[in-house]
């Protein structure tokens, strides 16, 4: 029997990379989108993925979202927040809320997710992965609010994964600079900047978050929990 996940924000950039590996890898996937409804439709009609808009600040949002997946997929295997915004601006400049914005979509939408499908994960003995950033381990200038919110998910990982053991692993995911539409905010010279400190010498691919999902999802990591895994291409170690 083919396992089900759910991945939030998956219209885009790694999203949409986690949606295309899942499915390939004979998955049964249902995803949520909020501002690219257009394209999260064509990539459901293009993988055989579901697709439901969802906001994931909203718990009634939230609710309905997995009211109407529960009903097609029944029991699922995964859960994966990855729904996420950008942000560069520096702090004194920050209006609040900007910064309750990125809380909202980044902590608050994984606790939501989280807290609906636990009780469903318990029983399939399944797996919470949440997408963080390089960003929430070491700290971004003129990204403090982003900054924060990626490492408040790498406490909610750990605390988590202790938590819900031993039926449920949670993990995360730390990606460095992965080519996605996040990345229109820094200019060529920036990127380039970034680049030439990584020891591997190339931006990372939406592809290379996926890969990593796809394994911590998988049997292959049934002694793997609370840990956080880091697809930067060694810019930081």
Known sequence: MPKRIII??????IGEALVRRFTADGWIVAFTCLTHEKEARALSAETG????????????SV?????????????PD???????IAQKRVLEEMPLTEWEDMM?????????????LLPALRETGGSILNISSIWGQ????CEAGYSAAKAGL???????????????????????????????GYS??????????????????????????AFLMSERASYITGQVLAVNGGLYC
């Open 8 to 13: 939030t924000g998956g219209s885009s950039g």
């Open 49 to 60: 993925a579901l697709c439901c808009v969802c906001d994931v600040r909203d718990e009634k």
């Open 63 to 75: 609710g309905d979202a997995l009211g109407y997946f529960m009903k097609l997929i029944h029991r």
């Open 78 to 84: 995964g859960l994966i927040n990855n729904a996420g």
């Open 104 to 116: 909202n979509v980044h902590l608050r939408g994984a606790f939501l997710w989280s807290r609906a």
């Open 138 to 141: 070491t700290g971004a200038s």
């Open 154 to 184: 790498i406490g909610l990982t750990k605390a988590l994964a202790k938590e819900a053991a031993p039926q449920v692993r949670v993990n995360a995911i730390a990606p460095g600079v992965i080519e996605t539409p996040m990345l229109g």
């Open 188 to 213: 060529e010279a920036e990127l380039e900047e970034l680049r030439g400190r990584i020891p591997l010498d190339r931006l990372g691919k939406p592809g290379d978050v996926a890969d990593a999902a």
